[in-house]
């Protein structure tokens, strides 16, 4: 059973960091591309950050380059996402998911698991 697990939301301040955590079971995390994505109140899902199955390669929202970073251990099955400098638009609650494919990408349809999710709220 494939699991993907997102951990290290919560409440922060305008100016203020979180690190997101992903952790993967049930598939062979190494091999396939990781992405978060997130869904801000009352609007659509929208992607944040990708890497692919090395970590050799990512890409981010213009929204968001600069500040956050997307990293990956695989010997711990697991995706990062450093986010730093936090803005109240970027309260959302934020998926990470997994697809099997060598480039990056950036398409919610291209990712076929997805983890339940973990909520973000930044304060101005």
């Known amino acids: 059973q494939v699991q993907l697990v997102e951990s290290g939301g919560g409440l922060v301040q305008a100016g203020g960091s979180l690190r997101l955590s992903c952790a993967a079971s049930g598939l062979p995390f190494s091999t396939g591309r990781m992405g978060w994505f997130r869904q801000p109140p009352g609007k659509e899902r929208e992607f944040v950050a990708a890497i692919n199955w090395s970590g050799s390669s990512t890409r981010y929202a213009d929204s968001v380059k600069g500040r956050f970073a997307i990293s990956r251990d695989n010997a711990k099955n697991t995706v990062y996402l450093q986010m730093n400098s936090l803005k109240p638009e970027d309260t959302a609650v934020y998926y990470c998911?997994?697809?099997?494919?060598?480039?990056?990408?950036?398409?919610?349809?291209?990712?076929?698991?997805w983890g339940q999710g973990t909520q973000v709220t930044v304060s101005s």
């Open positions: 998911a997994r697809s099997q494919g060598a480039a990056v990408t950036t398409t919610p349809s291209s990712y076929n698991y």
